[in-house]
């Protein structure tokens, strides 16, 4: 799951995608507009055709907006996106370059809860710079977080245009979050309320 940049707060959050329609009733509404006009933006891509494809009806990628504490929503877009997507999270990305990038993918290092550290599986596909979740948390942990992170995810894969739940290797970096890092993660569902994280 991937993006570029961001140019966030002192919490490391930045502006979420605007969309339009009626007002929402909750933060999942909300933020489920938002991952709507953010998932057609890049769908509509003019200058990348494999960008079109990846958002697109038949693609296979994830979008997500996430809010800590009620504050405003931060956006990510799964692959690894070009720097005009700089509005979307980037966690351990931002600012380095292909050597530190690569060294980093070796390592498995993370910003995640430094006294506590989550370390990612070096062996899996890129969960580290692809995934939305990791995007986010990167990036909100560059804020030193706590709270209560309310994430609402839309993965979309083959039959399945919009499945809310973590990949195995995103619920894994969520759960030590959660577990050692002072955050509670609700996750929006089915219903407008979000509901509990939980964790094995």
């Not at 919490?11 to 995608?17: D, E, K, M, R, T």
């Not at 948390?137 to 039959?159: C, H, K, S």
């Amino acid at each position: 799951m991937s993006g570029s940049g961001n140019s966030g707060d002192s919490a490391g959050l930045n502006q979420g995608s605007e969309a339009s329609g009626d007002a929402p009733d909750s933060p999942c509404e909300e933020m489920t507009q938002q991952n709507e006009a953010l998932r057609g933006q890049l769908a509509g891509d003019q200058e990348n055709a494999s960008i079109r494809g990846a958002f697109g009806p038949n693609g296979a990628s994830t979008v997500a907006h996430a809010s800590l504490n009620g504050g405003s929503a931060i956006g990510a877009a799964s692959r690894l996106l070009p720097g005009r997507y700089a509005g979307l999270a980037q966690g351990l990305w931002e600012n380095t370059t292909p050597e530190q990038r690569r060294e980093m993918r070796q390592s498995g290092r993370s910003n995640v809860c430094p006294d506590a550290p989550f370390q990612y599986d070096v062996a899996a596909f890129r969960p580290h710079q692809s995934h939305c979740e990791s995007k986010i948390l990167e990036t909100l942990f560059a804020g030193t977080p706590a709270g209560t992170l309310v994430l609402n995810i839309n993965w979309q894969y083959e039959n399945c245009p919009n499945d809310p739940n973590p990949c195995a290797a995103c619920k894994r970096l969520l759960c030590h979050a959660q577990e050692h890092c002072g955050i509670d993660i609700m996750l929006c569902q089915e219903e407008p309320e979000p509901e509990p994280l939980e964790c094995p």
